[in-house]
């Protein structure tokens, strides 16, 4: 069954997430009967939700107060299940980030309604939707379907870009969350990453690194293949950094930077999503990697299916670039 | 104190050629079963908590096949004390939402003041499990953990989200966590604790065939569609060597 209500629900991040989550209902609303509301939470930016109206979406603004955690699922059901009734939706999506699974699968749960997570895209099949999402670190996708009424789901950032199409301007209403509810997760205080400079802005290319280097002793190596190129830097994927092998600043990844050099170079790296959403903005890609069934190579310009060192062996041992570096 | 660690047992999947047929991954025979990964950082966690205080008992829980007791095993070799294996038929598809309805059951017969699971499974990828099972026993849960802190019953934890930023929270017991990758480094268990471990008996619990409800269906499996029109180099290596930098000449980054 098609949905007639489709109910966003986020935090504010920055406005093209939001314009993303508004893009995946734009996507599935068939005619014009159907309706979205968006609840935006903690948002006091103004202009963004003045600009968001324009898209013929209601928006619910909600100013949590400051002693409530606004990932504490349980208060964020407290203060929006009146809501959510009183809208009853078909269908609710929100991020695939840490704030969208901290309250979506209890949601579902309270609701009894579906939980699809980490959907990149949606097909209408006979009057079903159908929700396209990676597993097997992104080796294969599923198409599923809901069984219930009521479906929650998360989309992958960057899947829904589609065009927005701007109409009535949706009515905006502000709630402030006054109540006390008994939160039992206290936020003490934030850690802000730091963000020293590997000077990823400046490189040409980024030669990232992970698991299959296989050994932090070969690390050496990928910095000699870096040195190759005029302006380059060294990044690494999650598993490295988790392991000590590289300070977090050089992580590439959701919960590391976001980079789009004009080259990057996979070496080793299986092509998780996490790593994937911070470097598939790059201009060109190239991964090399012993697994032909990676899948990086999904999202790589140059597939390179070869022993990693090997090549860069056979990468270094070449005349020209021999003599290069004879030069310097 | 006592905790509960959920683990999943996963094929080694990255192992090349795996077939897929309509709706479900067919897992060759000869494939190599293994813990999920965020769920070792769970157990180790648990371990390392067990070794900071007294009286303190660690309860490992899977929902799988017979082949899974190899992870409960493991799982006690690291130091986990008492195994349960909620035993499912391996054919059948259980949803996030199946299979934190079975694991509720356990709770439901000793309470725990710490339920740990992994961030996801490494296979379906979902995130949803834990937070599911923490909804079902009305526990508060937190996702992404990547520090423990037990100090005088207060429970300090620190939670990453994107980009870094991490948030450091006090949470009141009982609750769930769901471990985020980096946390500890797991112990190999030693030859001697795999070895008691597996003298070790496992609590199975059989279930009812009502117990399954899936949310939601697999309509399709298919290996994952192409973002880029990737170009495979070919030839020997130091043919893919020299095409490679005739590339990167060309765009002038040599």
């Known amino acids: 069954m098609m949905p007639k209500k489709i109910l966003i629900i986020t935090e504010y991040v920055n406005t093209n997430q939001i314009l993303e989550l508004f893009a995946c209902a734009a996507k599935i609303k068939t005619d014009m009967s159907t309706t979205t509301q968006a609840i935006l939470i903690n948002n006091n930016k103004k202009d963004v939700l003045e600009s968001l109206r ?21 208060i964020l059901w407290n203060i929006l299940s009146p809501i959510v009734d009183t809208y009853s939706p078909e269908l609710i999506i929100t ?64 899947a829904f870009t589609n065009k927005l199409s701007t109409g009535n301007k949706g009515k905006l209403t502000h709630i402030k969350s006054e109540k006390n509810y008994n939160g039992r997760i206290i936020l003490k205080s934030i850690k802000q990453p730091d963000k020293s400079d590997c000077s990823f802005d400046h490189a040409d290319v980024i030669v990232a690194a992970g698991r299959g280097i296989g050994d932090i002793e070969n690390l050496y190596k990928i910095k000699q293949f870096a040195s190759i190129f005029k302006r380059s830097a060294i990044a690494g994927s999650r598993p490295l950094i988790d392991m ?78 021999v003599s290069a570096q004879g030069r310097m | 104190m006592n905790i509960l660690v959920c683990i999943k047992q996963i094929a080694e999947l990255n192992i090349a050629g795996i077939l897929s047929s309509q709706t479900r991954l067919d897992i060759p025979t000869d494939t190599r079963f293994r813990m999920n990964r965020f769920d070792e950082y769970a157990i180790e966690s648990a371990v390392i908590l067990k070794e900071q205080i007294e009286d303190c008992t660690i309860d490992v829980v899977t929902v799988g096949p017979e082949s899974a007791d190899n992870i409960l095993k493991r799982a006690m070799g690291m130091g986990a ?27 439901r017969i000793r309470s725990y003041d710490l339920i740990l699971t992994g961030i996801m499974s490494e296979d379906e990828m979902n995130a949803q499990t834990g937070q599911m099972l923490a909804a079902q026993l009305n526990m508060p849960s937190v996702t992404g953990v990547v520090a423990i802190d037990l100090n005088i019953n207060k429970l300090y934890v620190e939670r990453e989200r994107e980009g870094g930023t991490k948030e450091q929270l006090i949470v009141l017991m009982p609750a769930l966590l769901t471990i985020q990758a980096g946390i500890n480094q797991p112990r190999y268990p030693s030859l001697s604790a795999l070895l008691r471990a597996k003298k070790k ?25 192409k973002n880029r029109k990737g170009k495979t180099l070919t030839g020997s290596i130091s043919q893919k060597a020299r095409e490679f930098i005739e590339i990167l000449n060309e765009k002038g980054v040599l």
Not at chain 1, 57 to 65: G, P, Q, R, T
């Open chain 2, 81 to 107: 004390d008492n195994a349960i294996r909620i035993d499912i038929n391996p054919k059948n598809y259980y949803s996030p939402f199946s299979i934190s309805n079975l694991l509720s059951k356990i709770p």
């Open chain 1, 95 to 158: 991020s695939h980030s840490s704030f969208g699974l901290c309250f979506i699968p209890l949601f579902c749960t309270k609701m009894k309604a579906s939980c699809i997570t980490g959907v990149k895209n949606i097909s209408c099949n006979d009057q079903e939707l159908l929700f396209t999402r990676a597993i097997v670190n992104g080796k294969f996708e599923t198409q599923v379907r809901s069984e219930r009424n009521v479906t929650g789901i998360t989309i992958m950032p960057g």
């Open chain 2, 201 to 225: 008996d496992i609590q199975i619990i059989q279930i009812d065939n009502n117990d399954m409800d899936n949310d939601q269906s697999i309509m399709r499996i298919c290996p994952a569609e």
């Open chain 1, 54 to 74: 324009q898209y013929n979406n209601d928006i619910i603004n909600i100013e949590l107060s400051h002693n409530l955690y606004n990932c504490d699922p349980f």
């Open chain 1, 244 to 321: 000590g092998w590289l300070p977090y600043p050089m992580q590439v990844g959701i919960t590391g930077k976001t980079v789009e050099p004009p080259v990057y170079i996979a070496c080793g790296i299986s092509g998780s999503s996490q790593h994937i959403a911070g470097m598939s903005g790059a201009e060109y890609i190239i991964a090399i990697n012993s697994d032909p069934h990676a899948s990086i190579f999904n999202v790589a310009d140059l597939c390179i299916v070869a022993d990693l060192f090997l090549f860069i062996d056979a990468v270094m041992h070449d005349d020209t670039i």
